[in-house]
């Protein structure tokens, strides 16, 4: 039966499906919008959870050391929670809400709350300086922009845990797992700083930006 009358206007039945239709189109566009526009950034940063194996090899390079910890790019908050557990105060960074909602929800649920904070923020805009330790499952692209942030931000003692990709210029002082699970350690150093005294790098179209320029 068509859903339309003689004069040509919707049927009630018509309208409801139409609006449920719409409804139906609205959630999946606001819930899936934010997966998708990681692509459209300059560095395309996808979600791509870490491994139980990257986790555990991060989680091995942070035990033993104190302090506040942050995730660039949190995700859904396993590192962020799996540091928690150890007896960090840890942070996420993370720009797709829902995943921070996720995040947030995940800690009630397993009792992290007070030990954990998720912030809807862009990685790029946050300031490092009164965390000890960054860690970032990022990809090769961000790694030479975030390495000069680091260089001016994180605190002289301050370390980085990076899992999959490596930050060129330091030097790792620790490094585990093998291939795509591989985790550097690295730790703040004064030769670092003088190698990366160039404030500016390469973007993945090849023209040279100020790090404070990324976004
Ligand atoms: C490779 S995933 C890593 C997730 C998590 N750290 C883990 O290890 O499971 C990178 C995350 O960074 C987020 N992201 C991408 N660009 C971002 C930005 N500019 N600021 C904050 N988060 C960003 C993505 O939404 C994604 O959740």
Redesign the pocket.
């Known amino acids: 039966m068509s859903e339309e009358n003689k004069g040509g206007k919707l049927t009630k039945t018509g309208v409801v499906l139409l609006g449920i239709s719409g409804g139906i189109f609205g959630v999946i566009y606001a819930v899936t919008t ?2 998708v526009l ?1 692509a459209f ?1 300059r ?1 395309c ?6 491994t139980t194996t ?2 555990n090899n991060v989680m091995k390079l942070l035990m033993g050391r104190t302090g506040k910890v942050v ?6 908050g ?2 962020v929670h799996e540091a928690a557990k150890l007896g960090f105060k840890a942070s ?5 809400p829902w ?1 921070v909602w996720y995040s947030r929800l995940r800690s009630y649920q397993l009792g992290l709350h007070k030990q954990t904070a998720f912030y809807r ?4 805009k946050v300031d490092l300086t009164s965390y000890n330790t960054v ?5 090769e692209q961000m790694m030479e922009p975030l390495e000069i942030k680091l260089d001016k931000e994180l605190q002289e003692d301050g370390q980085v845990i990076a ?1 999959r990709f490596p930050l060129p210029k330091w030097t790792p002082t620790d490094i585990i797992g093998e291939g795509i699970d591989t985790v550097w350690l690295y730790k703040k150093q004064r030769d670092d700083l003088s190698q990366s005294s160039d404030k500016h790098c390469n973007t993945p179209d090849g023209s040279k930006i100020a790090t404070d320029e990324v ?1």
Do not use: H, T
């Not at 940063?45 to 870490?50: I, N």
């Not at 923020?121 to 790029?124: G, P, R, S």
């Open positions: 934010p997966f990681p950034r560095i940063l996808p979600y791509v959870p870490a990257q986790v995730d660039l790019g949190s995700g859904d396993r590192l996420g960074v993370e720009l797709n995943l923020k862009d990685l790029w860690m970032i499952f990022g990809v899992c976004s």
